[in-house]
């Protein structure tokens, strides 16, 4: 992560990274990840709603993390891996959202985002900006 993190600091075009914290990461994998990845430029730190409740987030700061970047939640069927994606995610992210915006980090909201008006509900209520994927890809 520190020599990806080197390399992007001079890449152009590059504006910011962004670190994704896995789901089964304990507070100190989580910052050792953001602190391996600090720099110049700012730091992202990705987190699946469900991380958004543990007591480490007010960490991230300090670990370098210049902004939160909410997305969707992830889990397993049996041996299989994935993210729960769709229009049902927007409730779940709204809530996360309130709960991110205690780290006192903008937010970027992301997951169950399908409309014009799902965008801006997010917008409204706090999130500095939101990310659009799984409709993107209809």
Known sequence: IYQMAR??????????????IPIEADPGLALALLQ???GELPLVACLPLQLVRLPWLAGLAGAGASA????????????????????????LVMDAL??????????????GVFTVEDGD???KAG????AVDTALWR
């Open 68 to 91: 939160l970047h909410l997305e969707a939640p992830r889990g397993q069927i049996e041996s299989t891996p994935g993210r729960l994606v769709g229009p049902g995610c927007l409730p």
């Open 36 to 38: 391996a990845a600090r």
């Open 98 to 111: 309130q709960v991110a915006m205690e780290s006192n980090l903008p937010v970027i909201a992301g997951s």
């Open 127 to 130: 999130a500095l900006a939101v």
């Open 7 to 20: 390399l992007l600091e001079v890449a152009e075009g590059v504006a910011a990274r962004e670190i994704s």
């Open 121 to 123: 509900g997010l917008l």
